[in-house]
C-alpha cells in the first residue's frame, strides 16, 4: 500500500508529489509536470488548444494550463531502514538527497535500481532502469509478467541507436506526433538487460511525449522500462488513489501529480513490416481518430459494433465514419470489462450517439455479444452476427478502400480461434468474401483442443493432437522413440487424454494455425509446458528463425504441406502430415532448432500461396486477383513477408492491414462495416419493392 502523507507534507492543493511506498523513505512535493501544459483526450471534444504532438489523457481547464505551483520538498527527520527486497535503491542511504525537485529525485532513484509508478498520458505506468538487470528481474516478478517484452523509452535517438538499428522509416514513427512504441532490431553494439525482452531479437522502444517524460530522461544517458501500470493482463490504474492501492506491492516510489486521466489509453505499437509501417496495437495517438469509409457506405447508418472477447475494441459508425476505440484488452478480467462498459458511454456520450443497430460477433459466450444482445433488447434495436473471419476480411477490405459493390477478394484469415458458422472453431480460413457475406473455399485440417481452453496455455497438449491426428501414438511411437519429445510426452497421462480424444470429450476440434504453430514450437522444445501471454509460443518461434538459412535455402528443403479435398464437402483443406514428417526427421538428425523453424515457416507460407492460387484460379469465369491477409498469425513478420512477396510475384494485388491490427483489434471494423452494408442492402431492397 503507498501510506498515506504526513501531515507535514501534504500536498497543497494541485500539486502532484513523489511518495515512498512503506512506511520510511523521502516525501516529496512538486509543480505539476514543472508547470508545463498537459494534454487532453486526443480527438475529443475540447476547450482548450491541443498541441498537435500530444494525445489522449487529461482532463484539463484553461485556469488548470496556466497555473504554475510552487516546488517543496519535505524529507523525514530519522535515516529509514533498508526493506530486505529494495536491492541497490538502498545502498548507501544516508536519508538526504541534493536534488532540486521531484523530477530529479525520480531520476536518482531510477538510476539507484528503484521501480517507480510514474502518472502518464493515458494512465500509470511502471519504470526502472532498463541496463539493471536486478531492477527489471524485480519488476517482473511483482507485476508477475514473467516473459512477454517489456517497453522501452530513451530521450533521443542517439541512445536508442546504441541498442538498435532505426532506419529513415523507423525514425519518423519514432519522431512523429502520435509517438508509439516502435518494434526495433536490437541489433546495436550495446545490449539491455536480458529480461526486458527474453527471447526476442526486437525491443520495443518510444520517445518521450510529455513534458514530464522530457523532464525525467534528460539527465538519464540510458533506456528505461516504460510498462503499463498494472499486474498482467489488468487494466493499467489512471487514479492517484487507484494506484496507492494497486500499485503498492510493485512500485517503490510514485512520481504523480494533479490532473485527473478522464480516459485510460495504452501506449500504441507499430512495427515496418512488408515494407511499410503496420499498427499492431491502436491506441494513444491513434484512436479514436474516424477512419474513413469506403465509396458505397455515405449513407451507412449510425451503429455500434460491439467487438470480441480479447483485444477488444469496438466501432461505432457515425456520419458515414468509423470511430474505432482504443485498445480495450481481455474482456474475460472483470476489471477489464468494466473498463469496457465505461469506454462505450463515454464514446458515446461524446459523439452524442445513438445506435440504429448493434453487430456482435456470432460466438454466443462471447461477453462482447451477451451486451450486445442486452442493449439491443433494452433499446428495441436489430442485432446482426457477424462471423469472426469475415470480420477480419472485411476490416481488411474497409480499410484498403475496397468499394461496397466491388467484387469478392480472397481473404486469408490465420488467428487462434473463431465461432465458426457450423458450431465448431475455426482458425485457418479461406474465404470468397464482399462486405455482405462469405463462402468458406478452404481451411487448414481441424485439429482436436486437448482440455479446450487448456491447449490454448499449453503447447504440448497441441503436438500431442497434432501427431496422432497425423499418424498415431503406436507409428509414432515406433519411428520416432528415441527422440526427447517422446519422452516427454510419455511423462503425460496419455490414457486419458487418448480417451478424450476416441470419445471427443473436452477436446473441441479447431482449424486454428495458431495452435499449429503452438504445437510445432512445443516439439521444437519452445514453450513446450506452458505459456505466460496469448501467441508466446509463436512469437519465441519466430524470433529462433535462422535469416541465412530463410533466405538461402531451396524451397524443397521447406517442410511440405499438402492440399486436399475434405470428404462431401468440397472444401480444401491444407494437411500438415508431411509438415510432421519432415520435422520430426530433423529432429532426429539433431538439426538446430532455428534451421527447424525457418523451414517451417517458408513451407506454411509456401501452402498458403499454393491455396490462394488453387482457389483463385479454379473458375476460368470468375478469377479472384485480390487477396487479403488478416488475422493474428500475420502480425508475424517472417511470414506476412514471404506470403506478400510470393503472392504479388504471381500477379495478385496484395490487401494488408496497416491502420488497424491485423488480430482482433481490428474485429469491430469488420464488425461495423459488415452489418453496415446488410443494412443498406436492406434499404436499398425496401426501396426496389415499394415497402414501407
Known amino acids: 500500500m503507498f501510506p498515506r502523507m504526513p501531515p507535514s507534507v501534504t500536498p497543497a492543493s494541485g500539486t502532484p508529489w513523489i511518495l515512498p511506498v512503506g512506511d520510511t523513505g523521502i516525501h516529496l512535493r512538486t509543480a505539476h509536470t514543472a508547470g508545463l501544459d498537459s494534454p487532453s483526450s486526443a480527438g475529443f471534444p475540447t476547450t482548450v488548444p491541443t498541441p498537435a504532438w500530444l494525445s489522449s489523457g487529461y482532463a484539463r481547464t484553461a485556469e488548470e494550463s496556466t497555473r504554475r505551483p510552487r516546488t517543496a520538498v519535505s524529507m523525514p527527520s530519522r535515516t529509514p531502514a533498508p526493506p530486505a527486497d529494495r536491492g541497490p535503491l538502498w545502498c ?351 481451411t487448414f485440417k481441424p485439429v482436436a483442443m486437448l482440455g479446450g481452453a487448456r491447449a490454448m496455455r499449453e503447447p504440448w497438449r497441441n503436438t500431442y493432437a497434432h501427431l496422432m491426428a497425423a499418424m498415431g501414438w503406436p507409428r509414432y511411437r515406433t519411428d520416432y522413440e528415441t527422440l526427447e519429445l517422446t519422452r516427454f510426452l510419455e511423462s503425460r497421462p496419455l490414457e486419458t487424454l487418448g480417451a478424450m480424444l476416441s470419445s471427443s470429450t473436452n477436446a473441441p476440434p479447431a482449424s486454428s494455425c495458431g495452435r499449429l504453430f503452438d504445437a510445432v514450437a512445443a516439439a521444437m522444445g519452445i514453450c513446450r509446458e506452458q505459456v505466460s501471454y496469448e501467441g508466446q509460443a509463436a512469437v519465441e518461434l519466430e524470433a529462433a528463425v535462422n535469416r541465412s538459412a530463410l533466405r538461402d535455402e531451396p524451397d524443397e528443403r521447406a517442410y511440405p504441406f499438402a492440399i486436399s479435398l475434405a470428404n462431401g464437402t468440397g472444401i480444401r483443406r491444407v494437411e500438415p502430415a508431411a509438415m510432421w514428417q519432415a520435422l520430426l526427421g530433423d529432429l532426429a538428425l539433431n538439426t538446430p532448432v532455428s534451421i527447424m523453424a525457418a523451414r517451417f515457416h517458408r513451407g506454411l507460407a509456401i501452402a498458403l500461396v499454393r491455396m490462394a492460387e488453387n482457389i483463385c484460379t479454379q473458375d476460368p469465369e470468375r478469377v479472384v486477383k485480390h487477396v487479403a491477409l488478416t488475422g493474428g498469425v500475420f502480425q508475424n513478420c517472417t511470414l506476412l513477408e514471404l506470403v506478400c512477396e510470393a503472392l504479388q510475384t504471381r500477379g495478385f494485388d496484395v490487401l494488408t492491414h496497416r491502420l488497424v491490427p491485423p488480430n482482433d483489434g481490428g474485429i469491430a471494423l469488420g464488425q461495423a462495416v459488415v452489418t453496415a452494408a446488410r443494412a443498406l442492402r436492406a434499404d436499398a431492397t425496401t426501396s426496389e419493392t415499394g415497402e414501407s
Open 92 to 442: 548507501g542511504w544516508t536519508g538526504t538527497l541534493s536534488q532540486l525537485d521531484d523530477v530529479d529525485t525520480a531520476c536518482t532513484l531510477l538510476q539507484r535500481g528503484a521501480i517507480l509508478a510514474i502518472k502518464g498520458l493515458g494512465g500509470f505506468h511502471l519504470a526502472c532502469d532498463a541496463t539493471n538487470s536486478a531492477s527489471v528481474r524485480r519488476l517482473r516478478k511483482r507485476k508477475r509478467r514473467y516473459r512477454k517484452a517489456f517497453a522501452l523509452m530513451a530521450t533521443d535517438s542517439e541512445i536508442i541507436r546504441r541498442y538498435c538499428s532505426v532506419d529513415e522509416r523507423e525514425l519518423a514513427l519514432l519522431q512523429s506526433p502520435e509517438s508509439p512504441i516502435v518494434i526495433l532490431q536490437a541489433n546495436g553494439p550495446e545490449r539491455v538487460a536480458q529480461d526486458v525482452a527474453p527471447g526476442q531479437p526486437t525491443l520495443g522502444f518510444m520517445l518521450p511525449y510529455t513534458p514530464l517524460h522530457h523532464l525525467l530522461l534528460q539527465k538519464i544517458d540510458r533506456p528505461i522500462v516504460l510498462t503499463s501500470g498494472n499486474l498482467s493482463e489488468e487494466p493499467q490504474c489512471i487514479d492517484n488513489d487507484e494506484a496507492r492501492e494497486r500499485l503498492g506491492g510493485i512500485a517503490d516510489y510514485a512520481l504523480t501529480h494533479d490532473r485527473p486521466i478522464v480516459n485510460r489509453v495504452d501506449d500504441s505499437v507499430v512495427r515496418i513490416m512488408a515494407g511499410e509501417a503496420r499498427v499492431l496495437r491502436r491506441a494513444r495517438g491513434y484512436a479514436p481518430a474516424p477512419i474513413p469509409l469506403p465509396s458505397g457506405f455515405e449513407s451507412a447508418p449510425d451503429l455500434l459494433a460491439m467487438g470480441p472477447e480479447l483485444k477488444n475494441t469496438f466501432c461505432l459508425i457515425a456520419d458515414g465514419r468509423a470511430v474505432l476505440s482504443q485498445h480495450i484488452g481481455d474482456l474475460e478480467d472483470a476489471a477489464t470489462h468494466g473498463d469496457y462498459r465505461r469506454n462505450l458511454d463515454l464514446l458515446q456520450s461524446l459523439y452524442e450517439h445513438e445506435p440504429k443497430l448493434i453487430s456482435v460477433d456470432c460466438h454466443p459466450e462471447y461477453l462482447s455479444t451477451k451486451l450486445g444482445y442486452g442493449l439491443a433488447e433494452r433499446g428495441g434495436l436489430p442485432l446482426d452476427e457477424v462471423q469472426h473471419h469475415h470480420a477480419h476480411v472485411a476490416a481488411c477490405m474497409a480499410e484498403n478502400g475496397v468499394p461496397l459493390e466491388a467484387d469478392p477478394v480472397l481473404g486469408i484469415a490465420l488467428d487462434g480461434l473463431g465461432y465458426g458458422v457450423d458450431g465448431t472453431f475455426w482458425g485457418g480460413e479461406f474465404l470468397l468474401a464482399n462486405y455482405l457475406g462469405f463462402e468458406r473455399l478452404g
